[in-house]
């Protein structure tokens, strides 16, 4: 199994409008580091640099992607692919760091879609990566051996989530799939997570039941700890 590590790539305080302000108004943004025989596989960039609104907004408190990276021994440029879970501001902030280099970013085109039809949906400089680079999926996707991406949609119509397998074990990187690892136990698309849309709602549930099907050993996530089933 590769080892995977949670990178604690910023913190961000809600605004009071936001709907999970009622759960904690200081929020933890992680990403994940999959140590890949194949290279270095980063799932979500957190927070970006150079955005006034969002700096504004948000006060993150941000950590450099590459200083996370140099003190496990990887460096950027060992970077082979980046899964944005999905492109809100604090999934593909730095993103910019691996532009024009070797990494592959792999998204779901109705993320694609969401950026291009709506101007405050995130930060389109570090949502996009240059078109060389760019893997748009259309659902699940193997994008090495014994890493999946898997499509979840709920949080946002284009939510993907990243499978890992190896040695007969599974571990989920769910991101965004749920806010709190509760609403994972408890089957249910909560408000903070996912707008009241019918649609989306039915597909968080449909999402969280997918992955909880795959009898994963831990789902981690973007701004909980992870969660880990009973055992059977
Ligand atoms: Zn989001």
Known sequence: MPRITQLDLAVVELPESHPAADLGRSVAVHGYLIEHPDGAILVDTGVGFGNDLIDELYRPDRVDLGELLAPRGVDLDAVVAVVNSHLHFDHCGQNPSLFDGAAEFFVQSAE?????????????????????????????????????????????????????????????????????????????????????????????????????????????????????????
């Open 112 to 232: 694609i879609d969401a950026v291009e039809a709506d101007p405050l949906y995130t930060d389109r400089r570090w949502a996009l990566a240059p078109e060389p680079q760019r893997r748009t999926l259309s659902g699940d996707a193997e994008i090495a051996p014994g890493v999946t991406v898997l499509a979840t949609p709920g949080h946002t119509a284009g939510h993907q989530s990243v499978l890992v397998e190896a040695d007969g074990r599974r571990v989920i990187i769910g991101a965004q799939v749920v806010w709190h690892r509760d609403e994972l136990r408890a089957e249910v698309a909560s408000a903070a997570n996912v707008d009241p849309v019918p649609e989306l709602q039915a597909a968080a549930v449909e999402s969280i039941r997918r992955l909880k099907a795959l009898r994963p050993e831990v789902v981690h996530l973007s701004h909980c700890p992870a969660y880990r089933p009973p055992p059977p």
